[in-house]
């Protein structure tokens, strides 16, 4: 069974850092993107940050220039490092992997999302 397992959320101050990892284990299919998404209070699920295969990233408006994103496709690994954290960047941060197939159940799916159980970063002014 795929496992996304996120570490590194916590408390903070505003201005301060923080760095959020994903391990991926048990994926035997390609690993396309990989993504952070991010869930505050109240609100809906937003992209926060996404780099592909190829190594190309994007940003949410509102972290660039604070937020990188980083892979090592070696080790499955999806990293976010978050640098002067504001207090709206408090939220469930959520890994994301999308591989480019997937079978369950006997059922094939040609694209498939896994996602991380989530890490609270908290961000107090």
């Known amino acids: 069974q795929v496992q996304l397992v996120e570490s590194g959320g916590g408390l903070v101050q505003a201005g301060g850092s923080l760095s959020l990892s994903c391990q991926a284990s048990?994926?035997?299919?390609?690993?396309?993107?990989m993504s952070w998404y991010r869930q505050a209070p109240g609100k809906q699920r937003e992209l926060v940050a996404s780099?592909?295969?190829?190594?190309?990233?994007n940003y949410a408006d509102s972290v660039k220039g604070r937020f990188t994103i980083s892979r090592d496709n070696a080790k499955k690994t999806v990293s976010l490092q978050m640098t002067n954290l504001k207090p709206e960047d408090t939220a469930v941060y959520y890994c994301?992997?999308?591989?480019?197939?997937?079978?369950?159940?006997?059922?094939?799916?040609?694209?498939?999302?896994?996602w991380g159980q989530g890490t609270t970063v908290t961000v107090s002014s």
């Open positions: 780099i592909s295969s190829g190594g190309s990233t």
């Open positions: 994301n992997v999308e591989v480019d197939s997937h079978v369950e159940d006997g059922t094939y799916y040609r694209g498939y999302d896994f």
């Open positions: 048990r994926i035997t299919s390609s690993i396309l993107a």
